[in-house]
């Protein structure tokens, strides 16, 4: 454990930080996706489906997360869309 910086010229200093990004943007989409089955599918299914595309182009570690995340966010709008087709209406409830 360290409590301060690393010297400037120590290999610590530089660390790539756009493959743990790219992990973490793959993780959220899956999460938000999997809640928006739930709630407020029609924010967060676009936003996952950003998070997921975004995480796939940056090259994630965890390909099949983000592959999750892209194919829950598209359920999410599929959701919305039948429910709306039932419901005659721009939203649901239960």
Known sequence: MQLTA???GSAAAVKPTGRRD??????ASFILGLVG???LNVFLGPIA???AGAALWRGTARRG???LGLGLGIA???VLVAFM???STL???F
């Open 49 to 51: 489906i950003a998070l």
């Open 6 to 8: 690393p010297a400037a």
């Open 22 to 27: 790219a992990d973490g943007m793959a993780v």
């Open 91 to 93: 939203s649901w409830s």
């Open 76 to 78: 999410d709008l599929l």
């Open 65 to 67: 997360r983000a592959l």
């Open 85 to 87: 087709q039932i419901d």
């Open 37 to 39: 089955l739930l709630v």
